[in-house]
């Protein structure tokens, strides 16, 4: 268990590396705020060209295996970066391992799964958000020696081979096997048709899943204002906006240490159900502040609320969704998930264009608050705690 721990949280420092560098690194480049835009589209783009496909391929193989390989391919990919000076082909080769990433979360999540005796899960995942905090600080705060000794590319070569030393590391974890692994052959049509009669059969437990997942996607399209917030409307400078990221990364460890703490003492639902409201009220408060004060509230409220959420989310996944069919459940839903990213994002850019930025923000973080509540309902009526789907599929 703390050999996966360590790994994620190897992955997570690796990941935040490569988002601060290769930012700057384009920026550099091209002098477009627009050209570093595209690479927030990227990712849900290649997850949307993966998704769609990649579950049935994920539950029929190794997912130890297939982990080590998508790190590798990760890596590789990222070290060999720096040798091309074409903006076009740099973003080909992210696209690339975006789209091994789109792979690589619901590998690991079958993996984690099948690996954890179901009374583990929820330490684990409590241990999971502590690692992702630190990640949040450790990875900006390394990209930014790696800036101070050498350069941004520095940093991408270091992100490369954060991948590689993953991929060696699990290695030494051991195999997991799930039921359709039995079998190799397989019909995507098939598998869609499977994925649709589950989610028909355990309709809440969907419900619950795909609100969850609405809510994260509010986060994304908001967060992808959350620059242009803070300067313009609230009038942030450079340091102020600085420390109030530092806030919400110190809000995010609390929130992961004090879930640890009070674990054996919360339920799936209330991590759930708390952590989604929580995360709601802190937009809201960070939307319709007026300087640095409301916004450091909400800030830190909505990051301390993420640890709960998060948390409670992986547990109710784990404990939900069977191994066997994990892999294709998890990566339709992600390519939905993808569309709607990517939708939202251009809908609350364009309400910042045509109107203004705190009208964008204030109306995504009231949708917010519509959806966490709709969840508290949801996992209120559905008896969460003692409906788990059967190993039927």
């Known amino acids: 268990m703390k050999l996966l721990l360590f ?24 002098g477009s705020p627009f050209a570093v835009a595209v690479l927030y589209l990227l990712k849900p783009a290649a997850a949307m060209m993966t998704n769609g496909w990649a579950g049935s391929f994920i539950d029929r193989l190794d997912a130890r295996k297939l982990m080590i390989w998508l790190d590798t391919v990760r890596g590789l990919l990222i070290i060999i970066l720096p040798f091309f000076s074409s903006l076009i082909i740099m973003y080909c080769l992210v696209f690339l391992v975006n789209m091994a990433s789109a792979m690589f979360r619901p590998a690991s999540m079958v993996y984690m799964t099948s690996f954890l005796a179901k009374g583990e899960r929820k330490r684990f995942n409590a241990l999971r958000s502590l690692v992702d905090s630190g990640g949040f600080l450790l990875g900006p705060g390394i990209a930014g020696l790696m800036f101070w000794i050498g350069s941004p590319w520095a940093a991408v070569y270091l992100n490369g081979a954060t991948f590689l030393l993953s991929a060696f590391l699990t290695l030494w974890l051991p195999s997991v096997r799930t039921e359709t692994m039995e079998s190799s052959s397989f019909s995507i049509r098939e598998d869609w048709k499977l994925v649709v009669s589950f ?16 809510l994260i996607v509010m986060t994304a399209a908001i967060d992808s204002l959350e620059a242009a917030f803070s300067k313009q409307v609230l009038g942030l400078s450079n340091p102020s ?153």
């Not at 960070?286 to 409220?301: M, P, Q």
């Not at 959420?309 to 066997?324: K, M, V």
């Open 7 to 30: 790994n994620i949280g190897l992955s997570n420092i690796g990941d935040w590396i490569y988002l601060i560098a290769f930012n700057l690194i384009v920026l550099d480049m091209t």
């Open 199 to 214: 989610s028909h059969t355990h309709a809440k437990t969907m419900i619950i899943y795909s609100l969850f997942t609405l």
């Open 241 to 393: 906006y600085g420390i109030l990221v530092s806030i919400a990364g110190g809000g995010i460890i609390l929130g992961a240490v004090i879930q640890n703490i009070l674990i054996d003492k919360t339920t799936t639902r209330f991590s759930m159900s708390g952590g989604g409201l929580g995360m709601a009220m802190g937009y809201l408060i960070y939307a319709f502040s007026n300087g640095f004060l409301g916004a450091a509230i909400g800030c830190f409220l909505l990051s301390f609320s993420l640890a709960f959420a998060n948390t409670g989310f992986l547990t109710f996944y784990q404990d939900h969704i069977p191994p066997s069919i994990m892999g294709r459940v998890g990566s339709l839903y992600e390519w939905g998930e993808s569309f709607v990213v990517i939708l939202s994002v251009i809908t609350i850019g364009l309400i910042a264009e045509a109107e203004s930025i705190r009208l964008a923000v204030c109306s995504g973080c009231f949708l917010m608050l519509f959806i966490s509540l709709a969840l508290v309902h949801s996992l209120r009526s559905s008896g969460e705690e003692r409906h788990v789907a059967k190993e039927s599929f």
